[in-house]
Nanobody, 111 residues
Framework: QVQLVESGGGLVQPGGSLRLSCVVSGSIFSIYTMGWYRQAPGKQRELVATITSGGSTNYADSTKGRFTISRDNAKKTVYLQMNSLKPEDTAVYYC?????WGQGTQVTVSS
């Protein structure tokens, strides 16, 4: 059974940084495109960033230049480094692989 477990969320002040991690178990990891998505209260889930098996990355316009997605195939882990955080980045952040989703981790940006 495939499991995706996110961690690293929390409360941070505007301008601060967080690093999210998503560890995958029960599946081959290296061949999959991995994605980070987020869902704010009252809004639809939206793409944050993706990284292919070859390391190509794609970002939402709202996160370009501030967020960096990366992966470690040996650790079956995908990361999301988030810098210069803004209150509008507040959301539950989800990891996605294929049809599978993690349970999400809350990120709150507030002073």
């Amino acid at each position: 059974q495939v499991q995706l477990v996110e961690s690293g969320g929390g409360l941070v002040q505007p301008g601060g940084s967080l690093r999210l991690s998503c560890v995958v178990s029960g599946s081959i990891f290296s061949i999959y495109t991995m994605g980070w998505y987020r869902q704010a209260p009252g809004k639809q889930r939206e793409l944050v960033a993706t990284i292919t098996s070859g390391g190509s990355t794609n970002y939402a316009d709202s996160t370009k230049g501030r967020f960096t997605i990366s992966r470690d195939n040996a650790k079956k882990t995908v990361y999301l480094q988030m810098n210069s955080l803004k209150p509008e980045d507040t959301a539950v952040y989800y990891c996605k692989m294929g049809l599978g989703w993690g349970q999400g981790t809350q990120v709150t940006v507030s002073s």
